[in-house]
């Protein structure tokens, strides 16, 4: 375990090394930031050359480039053009809410997921199980913004019971649903995610169910007796969840790096929306910083999630 520790350290090193690097040149083809710093219609010649001789952009590019590699290294992203705040405090200001709509939308995809998987991959004939299937295919094939206003339309426009848009205020931890009604405005955001990945969850579940159910050892239990419930939850389940757990753990770093059109849509202060925001300010720092921090959040879930292999299937040996 340690070696492979060690070996799987290495190679996120490596990986995030790499995609340092593309980011920071790739991002210099942007527009000049400069325009998002001063105003360029009322700015003099100098005035413009005097900020960009402050912020070491008419510097060469590599030497922009060694400074921020050291100030990554001392855990120092740099400063926001726009909010001429230190990047990171701005990043983890937002994270509370959107790791809220991430906790709730992967219990909630869970929740919906795996037991539908298991009784349409164990029952795969049935009107249910097709029901179930079709189901599937809407949740798969409809867009995540369409969803969003369409249950604005219904529950906020028709129904008037749920708020449009918008955050309750923070409480403990800088969580919204602590505080009295703050979980009314998260019902929406969470259903919009939670519908798209626990269609997917659900037919790889299905799959998996399908697959074991045909194994010698299902056969052996329901001749021991074994009720068709233990067989299903406790021995076709289990063995079916490798494949699951895969793709819950990328789609839990999916929820939390691209949140973007659904913070947008109910204008939920995440980070989500402030990428959004920060492309089309081109605020250069924040988008950077942004996209490594994102980066190295996955191979980390990557890294968990060859962990949780072996916990659920002790035969899987890392290597």
């Given at each position: 375990m340690l070696k492979y520790a060690i070996k799987r350290l290495f190679q996120m090193l490596v990986v995030l090394a790499v995609v340092t690097v593309l980011v920071f040149f790739m991002t210099n083809f942007l527009s000049d930031p400069i325009e998002a710093i001063v105003d360029i219609q009322t700015a003099t010649e100098a005035d413009i050359q005097a900020v960009r001789e402050q912020l070491g952009l008419n510097d060469p590019i590599l030497v922009q480039f060694g400074r921020f590699v050291s100030g990554?290294?001392?855990?120092?992203?740099?400063?926001?053009?726009?909010y001429k705040t230190p990047v990171l405090d701005l990043i983890f200001q937002r994270v509370p809410a959107t790791a809220e709509i991430v906790l709730f939308t992967a219990i909630l995809t869970l929740v919906i997921a795996i037991p539908l998987g298991v009784i349409a991959g164990a029952n795969p004939q049935t009107k249910l199980s097709k029901g179930i299937m079709a189901g599937s295919i809407f949740g798969i094939s409809l867009p995540s913004f369409w969803m969003g206003?369409?249950?604005?339309?219904?529950?906020?426009?028709?129904?008037?019971?749920?708020?449009?848009?918008?955050?309750a205020a923070a409480g403990p931890g800088g969580f919204s649903f602590l505080t009295p009604g703050g979980w009314k405005n998260l019902?929406?955001?969470?259903?919009?995610?939670?519908?798209?990945?626990?269609?997917?969850?659900?037919?790889?579940?299905?799959?998996?169910?399908?697959?074991?159910?045909?194994?010698?050892?299902?056969?052996?239990?329901?001749?021991?007796?074994?009720?068709?419930r233990n067989v299903l939850f406790h021995h076709a389940l289990k063995n079916a969840l490798v494949p699951v757990v895969t793709v819950f753990g990328l789609n839990i770093g999916h929820m939390f790096a691209f949140t973007t059109v659904t913070e947008t849509i109910f204008a939920w202060p995440g980070v989500g929306k402030l990428l959004i925001d920060s492309i089309l300010r081109n605020d250069r720092p924040i988008i950077v910083a942004y996209l490594i921090l994102v980066s190295a959040m996955f191979v980390v879930i990557n890294f968990v999630v060859d962990i949780i292999y072996m916990l659920v299937d002790p035969r899987i040996e890392l290597r």
């Open positions: 990554i290294l001392k855990g120092d992203f740099g400063t926001s053009y726009v206003m369409m249950l604005i339309y219904v529950f906020s426009v028709s129904l008037q019971i749920l708020p449009a848009s918008g955050r019902i929406m955001p969470v259903l919009t995610l939670a519908l798209g990945y626990s269609a997917t969850i659900l037919r790889v579940t299905r799959a998996g169910i399908q697959e074991n159910m045909k194994q010698d050892y299902v056969k052996f239990a329901r001749a021991k007796g074994v009720s068709r």
